[in-house]
């Protein structure tokens, strides 16, 4: 079982950051893919970008240019720069490690309103 810990959600105004964190309870987080998805009230859970075990990224087109995906395996962390935050990234954060079973987080929400 792999323990998954989001944090650093908050309220934020349109145009301001967020850094999210997500630790993980063991070591295998380094030889996974981790991935950050988002909720929003009455929508899907849709990916937000995804950083495989040697570092390559992808992201959601919704967020290219705005957010960057990284992560220090020596803190079992993964982390989700969010810039130039918009009304639209409003949602529950979630980080997943992408094992054939998946193990999700906590969530942490994320809320940009003026």
């Known amino acids: 079982q792999v323990q998954l810990v989001e944090s650093g959600g908050g309220l934020v105004q349109p145009g301001g950051s967020l850094r999210l964190s997500c630790a993980a309870s063991?070591?295998?987080?380094?030889?996974?893919?981790m991935g950050w998805y988002r909720q929003a009230p009455g929508k899907q859970r849709e990916l937000v970008a995804h950083i495989t075990s040697g570092g390559s990224t992808n992201y959601a087109d919704s967020v290219k240019g705005r957010f960057t995906i990284s992560k220090d395996n020596a803190k079992k962390t993964v982390y989700l720069q969010m810039n130039s935050l918009k009304p639209e990234d409003t949602a529950v954060y979630y980080c997943k490690l992408e094992t054939n079973v998946g193990f999700w987080g906590q969530g942490t929400r994320v809320t940009v309103s003026s």
């Open positions: 063991k070591t295998i987080f380094s030889i996974y893919t």
